[in-house]
């Protein structure tokens, strides 16, 4: 592989098995079309990466998503990065994520909450796992709201300690409001 061709890639495996071009080449500082020519070259000779679909965004264009041909190139491609490298992408991938789909967070509060926790951005994947969890109480999936405030409650003792007091408090709030709603739907289904 030349260097344009391991930076694409690089940048690509931050955001797992199947990738958008469009989202992933301004984490690299790389013009989207030149990713995705890259891309397409890489996937034609059935070398690392195949096409994988589209996706539309927001605005409604559709691009072309692309996803590794086996799970061992991706985390070969992922590993090799030093830890602080991949924390920066996966910062400014979420960022580019929250600026496309700005109107939009609930379909994407999964995908940032795990590219700002990779990234060591604790303020702010403490913000989308809290979104994810109130989502999934709207929708009755308690244990998943459980679940996603337990994380969030783990990752706050990453924040300092000032901040770090405020959002325990919140979370155990929500936590307790998550107990209360599967104690009244276990009351519901037992009458």
Known sequence: LNAMEQRVLE???????TFTPAIRAPTVNMDPSSFEDCCDALARRNHILRLAGTRELPDGQVVQRYEFVHALYREVLYQRQAPAQRAM???RGAERIAELFAASLDDVAPELAHHFEQGADWKRALKYLRRVA????????????????????ALAARLPPRERVVAEVEILDALVGISLAMLDSAAVLAA
Not at 11 to 17: E, K, L, N, P
């Open 11 to 17: 940048g690509a495996a931050i955001a797992g098995m």
């Open 134 to 153: 109130e989502m999934a109480g709207k929708q009755g999936a308690w244990d998943r709201a459980k679940a996603n405030l337990e994380h969030a409650l």
């Open 89 to 91: 992408l996966h910062r």
